[in-house]
């Protein structure tokens, strides 16, 4: 039973990436998803996150407007676009899995009340 992301790589400022969160194991039907992230000397943060049911989803002010998370629980992922980015997207991404039987307003949830962690990728923005 685990998450894998994947996706990260060096990019140019004002490129894009997609990274995706795949689950072994499990079915992520029943739990929202979230994406943090965590660069060099700083504290991991939230960056966007997805319901169980897909309905609802947010984005950190950093990120909206640039960033959409999405799912496909048919190939059991989820994916989060990011576009025009930029040196300060640097970090490694991780994303984690909650346990939500009923969809419900997209929120982060501490980090430990995740039941899931994926490995992480690391994106690097170049200027």
């Known amino acids: 039973v685990q998450l894998q992301a994947s996706g990260g790589g060096l990019v140019q400022a004002g490129g894009s990436l997609r990274l995706s969160c795949a689950a072994s194991?499990?079915?992520?039907?029943?739990?929202?998803i979230a994406w943090f992230r965590q660069a060099p000397g700083k504290e991991r943060e939230g960056v966007s996150c997805i319901s169980s049911g897909g309905g609802s989803t947010y984005h950190a002010d950093s990120v909206k407007g640039r960033f959409t998370i999405s799912r496909d629980n048919a190939k059991n992922r989820v994916y989060l676009q990011m576009n025009s980015l930029k040196p300060e997207d640097t970090a490694v991404y991780y994303c984690?899995?909650?346990?939500?039987?009923?969809?419900?307003?997209?929120?982060?949830?501490?980090?430990?009340?995740?039941?899931?962690w994926g490995q992480g990728t690391l994106v690097t923005v170049s200027s």
């Open positions: 194991g499990f079915t992520l039907d029943f739990y929202a």
């Open positions: 984690a899995a909650e346990f939500q039987p009923t969809d419900r307003t997209a929120y982060f949830s501490s980090w430990q009340e995740y039941d899931y």
